[in-house]
């Protein structure tokens, strides 16, 4: 990814999942405690060895806790989110 994506990633990041997931994604925003679902930690080996697809998958569609984010962006905004995501590896 450019870094002008990562750049653009990171702030689609921080506008919408930042509150639940947390700033390095660890699972630990500000609103985390509010949900029962595993936020997942986006630093460790298996969140990371999960495929692009599945990631944007979850992200985009949702699941459980998780909102649905088809309105809220572009699926071209969640491949950018999903590319900053993985920067977040340990």
Request: charged share 30%; with cysteine; aromatic share 12%.
């Amino acid at each position: 990814a450019s870094k002008a994506n990562l750049s653009i990633g990171k702030s689609l990041y921080s506008k919408h999942c930042k509150s639940c997931h947390g700033g390095e994604g660890y699972g630990d925003g500000t609103k985390a405690d509010n949900l029962e679902g595993d936020l997942g930690d986006f630093s460790s080996k298996k969140f990371q060895s999960q495929s692009d697809g599945a990631l944007f998958y979850k992200s985009y569609i949702g699941r459980k806790d998780m909102p649905n984010f088809e309105k809220k962006m572009t699926e071209e905004d969640m491949w950018i989110t999903v590319s900053y995501m993985r920067t977040l590896a340990e």
